[in-house]
């Protein structure tokens, strides 16, 4: 077992995070596990906005009592909109983007379906200044080659209308995720990145997977993952609930 401490940390020079992905990706589960370690080493207020009309079940505003507990503001709908799968994008998310407090993660999901949504907020964009990142999981159908992972990132880039700065790898099997899952994902994640001359900025991996790898293997910063979101059947009740 190794020492999880000793995998180098994701830095970031911009504060706005735009993090994409498609289903089963794990883009969701990064994303609130970025906010959650950038609110314990930034000394500015980390926000993170869902922007993920796709997917209604694996959603960041899932975790946002959680995030709350440890100072991380989500920009979710309020009321009985929270849970809605609408395209609803609260006005707060637009003013976030042009004038952030501190790091500011942006959920965006549905390849590029769900691109749309950064297409209605570009004009908010700085020139540069800003960090577009795909999750990279090449166990999924889309991304599990070159050819399909550079037709994702051709597809998302010309809807979105930002351009990609870096990938993410984020290779599992869910509970049958091994050491030997991730570092075969990240050969095809470094392979993907090559071709679209795009850094690996970050290795994300859950955190018992984590403590198998030989820290000596990856030569790329780590984000240990811990698992926050259930599938609806998975959520217990509250107390004195049905």
């Known amino acids: 077992m190794s020492d999880i401490t000793k995998f ?3 830095q970031f020079a911009h504060k706005i ?3 994409v992905g498609g289903f089963g990706s794990g883009k969701s ?7 959650a370690h950038l609110s314990r080493s930034s000394t500015d207020p980390v926000s993170i906005a869902d922007l993920d009309v796709i ?3 694996f959603r960041s505003r899932e975790a946002a009592r959680e995030l709350a507990a440890i100072g991380v503001k ?5 009321g009985e909109n929270v849970h809605a799968d609408l395209p609803i994008i609260i006005p707060e998310v637009k003013g976030a983007i042009e004038a952030p407090e501190g790091p500011l993660i942006l959920d965006v999901g549905g390849d590029d379906l769900g691109a749309r949504v950064l297409s209605s907020l570009r004009d908010a964009f700085p020139e540069t200044g800003y960090d577009l990142l795909l999750v990279h999981n090449a166990n999924r159908p889309f991304t599990s080659d070159v050819k399909g992972s550079l037709k994702v990132l051709s597809e998302i880039r010309a809807t979105s209308r930002l351009e990609f700065t870096g ?3 984020n290779a599992h099997l869910m509970s049958n995720t091994t050491p030997e899952t991730v570092l075969e994902g990240l050969k095809l994640t470094r392979e993907v990145g090559s071709a679209a001359k795009l850094p690996v900025v970050f290795l994300s991996v859950v955190t018992e997977v984590l403590a198998r790898l030989d820290p ?3 030569d790329c910063p780590v984000l ?3 698992r926050s979101l259930l599938k609806p059947w998975e959520r217990k009740a509250p107390a004195g609930g049905n």
């Not at 589960?29 to 906010?35: G, K, T």
């Not at 989500?74 to 309020?78: D, E, T």
Request: glycine content about 0%.
């Open 224 to 226: 240990p993952l811990n």
């Open 55 to 57: 997917n209604p079940y």
């Open 74 to 78: 989500s920009l979710i709908p309020a």
């Open 29 to 35: 589960e990064v994303s609130v596990n970025l906010a």
């Open 17 to 19: 995070i735009v993090i």
């Open 167 to 169: 990938l993410i790898c």
């Open 216 to 218: 000596e293997s990856i």
């Open 8 to 10: 180098a940390s994701p």
